[in-house]
């Protein structure tokens, strides 16, 4: 692939091309789904959280280079905290201490890598799962990660405690 051709997902670049993207001098952005595995009701698929993100994403990265930034999409992250909808087939979570640790790692790895900043974006509407992904961008400079998380949005902010408890989940 030539550097700056279009390519968007870093995982399909070579360790050559993604150094010769970096030297470029543009800052370079990664951007990474953050899902869960559960149930959706009787419609939707087990890994719905994770496809809004991965949309979300490849929506925003145009907007990323309008504004000079070289944005890419990494490999997503499909195991959240599902404490939630735990009672309903399909759920298969990590604890929170676990994901915190593993999307610790992952933003520490990319910093390391030379990527000038990382962000997080999980569409998963369960607090724990928001909590957890924000206290992992926390323990980073602001100007190097970020998370778009829906909890952030006033309409998700307004939950009623049936929902929160997952006692209408999945279509029950």
């Not at 001098?25 to 959280?49: C, F, Y």
């Not at 994770?50 to 944005?71: D, Q, T």
């Not at 915190?100 to 962000?119: F, P, R």
Request: hydrophobic share 45%; glycine share 10%.
């Amino acid at each position: 692939m030539a550097v700056g051709g279009g390519e968007f997902r870093i995982a399909w670049l070579t360790s050559d091309e993604l150094s010769q993207l970096l030297a470029l001098g543009r800052p370079v952005a990664v951007m990474i789904a953050v899902g869960a595995v559960e149930p959706h009701g009787p419609h939707l698929p087990l890994d719905t959280d994770l496809i809004i993100s991965r949309a979300a994403i490849e929506r925003a990265l145009p907007l990323l280079a309008g504004a000079g930034v070289h944005g890419m999409l990494a490999p997503d992250i499909p195991y959240g905290v599902t404490d939630c909808a735990a009672g309903f087939a399909g759920a298969a979570g990590v604890t929170a201490a676990a994901l915190e640790s593993y999307l610790y790692a992952v933003i520490d790895g990319w910093l390391g890598n030379g990527i000038a900043h990382v962000c997080l974006v999980s569409n998963h509407l369960e607090p724990e799962h928001e909590r957890t992904v924000r206290n992992a961008v926390a323990r980073f400079e602001p100007a190097r990660a970020s998370a778009a998380t829906p909890l952030e949005r006033r309409w998700a902010r307004t939950l009623d405690d049936e929902f929160k408890r997952g006692a209408c989940h999945a279509g029950e």
